[in-house]
């Protein structure tokens, strides 16, 4: 079974930085490519960053510049690095992968940054 663990949000300070941890179990980790989501509120869930599994990362034009998308797979955990927070980061911070056309999400981890 495809599981995915979100942690590492909180709340922090606009300029400040979070370091986002996707863990995940049940499928063949370094196989598939990885994103990561957020959703913020009366707003739609967007795209924020994907890594292949060649390592080739994708970014949001949104934080282009501020995020960093990285994996490990010897720990099956992707890893999503954000600085220079501002309070629009603020939203619920989902973990995605497709595997064999079905969609896993995780349950989400909340960012907060206040201004």
């Known amino acids: 079974q495809v599981r995915l663990v979100e942690s590492g949000g909180g709340l922090v300070q606009a300029g400040g930085s979070l370091r986002l941890s996707c863990q995940t179990s049940g499928l063949t980790f370094k196989i598939h490519t990885i994103h990561w989501y957020r959703e913020a509120p009366e707003k739609q869930r967007e795209l924020v960053a994907s890594?292949?599994?060649?390592?080739?990362?994708n970014y949001a034009d949104s934080v282009k510049g501020r995020a960093t998308i990285s994996r490990d797979n010897a720990w099956n955990r992707v890893t999503l690095r954000m600085d220079s927070l501002k309070p629009e980061d603020t939203g619920v911070y989902f973990c995605?992968?497709?595997?064999?056309?079905?969609?896993?999400w995780g349950r989400g981890t909340q960012v907060t940054v206040s201004s």
């Open positions: 995605y992968v497709k595997r064999g056309g079905t969609d896993f």
């Open positions: 890594i292949g599994s060649d390592g080739s990362a």
